[in-house]
């Protein structure tokens, strides 16, 4: 059996025993954000002002990060991320001491974009990126070879490293998108010609990736004819993936409807980028993107003040990405209920920030199999509309695996013994060692009350005492939001 298959019979045997396990969902319990004060200094960050940030714009902040931002302003911290190229640094991951196959091995493939999370310099650029994967989502199930994702990963970066394209436009991306090898094999639009349109591509792009179905007042956003005229629009695109590494889509002529259009009222000979810029100049468009961008940082949805200025300096920019990055992550709301954290961390950002408080490298499949495991693994949407987010991230089964991740990093690593340590220096040590997380006052006693009942007389218990209060820390209830 290949590699692959064995991977791939791997994640289907995972995947149904979870099935079959009938997860209860648990609720977490978070503050609206109406009752906490949502005043905050934007002039000078505090401690935890900068984690909020680098765990909303990143995968948490490092003792540097909280060092380096401390004091200073808000717009300052976020020039940075937005203007500071992306790159990798420090040794590269492996799987059990091999290099990473991503073309022959899909464990591989996910691990190898996992191990760029965990090196990058500069985290932004990796989250937005993955954004743009859940947004315009493809899956490996459905899309071969595996180059087609590893090319349109490469195109979303593009779209995401801001420092290296700073006028960066979603128009720019969706143009590119809708032509992508990897895009027209994975909605068929390779297969949609004159006389025979395949209408899947231009129904996703209405419906998830530019207006949704309907308005804030529930009017509809289009019709099905739009997605019929669409569909003639994108005709007549090929792939040409007899080189996998260089995987290509061009277009046919004679597979094109060469003839009249009519969508969304307007007549013409639209080609696939007319459609494009005709379905983004919908007056729905501007709304529906900055809603799902903002919901991304921050908990709360935009007030109708907030995202009428979004869409001002959205579309006075031309459609650009970073003026509306920049404006989301300076506003007051993203800094809110700081004293209680209110979004669930989604598990690549879990394992990815645990990874790198840690200082852990990939070594081998753990985070391959417990991100499959919390229901969210890369390249493998459940679904074209990605994975749903938000609470649907805690249930019965994804909360062991969690807290199962951060165990087996932590039992993994070198803990050192401390004779005589006592119950507050082995709390202070744990902490320290864990990347100084957030954890309430309520949660903080009651992890001192474990370390001060828990046993150390000997070097065994006092490791097994530094381990459990480090999965605590790590794992527990607290861990999970951001």
Known sequence: MSRLAYSANRRRARRAKRAAAKPRRHRLFLPPASTVDQTVD?????????????WRAGFGPTQADRTAWTGKPVKDAVNWLLTTPAGVS??????????????????????????RMVRSTNPFPERLG?????????????????????QQNDLFRKYSDLAANPTASFKDLTHEVTINPSMLRFLTGEYNVKGAPNENYGRELMELFSLGITNAAGAANYSEDDVKQLAKAFSGWQIDDSNPDAVTSYFTPDRWYNGPK??????????????????????NHPAFLLTKLWNEFVATPPDAATL?????????????????????LTDPALFASLSEPNLVKPPIVY???????????????????HLDDMGQLPYF???????????SWLNTNTALARFGFAASLISNATIDDV???????????????????????????????????AGSGTSKLRKERQLMLRALMLAGPDGQVM
């Open 42 to 54: 934007l002039t000078s960050m505090s401690a935890a002002m900068v984690d909020r940030l680098f």
């Open 308 to 328: 009428a200025k979004l869409v001002s300096t959205y579309t006075s920019s031309g459609l650009q990405i970073k003026p509306v990055i920049q404006q989301i």
């Open 262 to 283: 009519i969508v969304f009222g307007k007549f013409g000979n639209y080609h696939y980028d007319d459609a494009v810029d005709l379905v983004l100049a919908h007056p």
């Open 130 to 150: 993955f954004f743009w994967h859940r947004h315009f989502a493809n899956s490996r199930a459905s899309v071969s070879p595996p180059q087609l994702l590893m």
């Open 381 to 391: 949407p459940p679904t074209v509309a990605g994975w749903e987010g938000g609470l």
């Open 419 to 453: 004779p005589g340590e006592t119950a507050s220096s082995a709390y202070d040590r744990a902490y320290a060692a864990v990347g100084q997380p957030w954890l309430s006052s309520a949660t903080q006693a009651a992890i001192r009350d474990f370390s001060n009942r």
């Open 351 to 369: 394992v990815v920030g645990t990874m790198r408080a840690l200082g852990a490298g990939v070594t081998d499949t753990s985070a391959t199999d």
């Open 90 to 115: 420090g040794v590269p991951g492996t799987n059990g001491g091999k290099a990473f196959d991503p073309t022959g091995d899909d464990t591989d493939l996910v691990l190898s974009w996992v191990d």
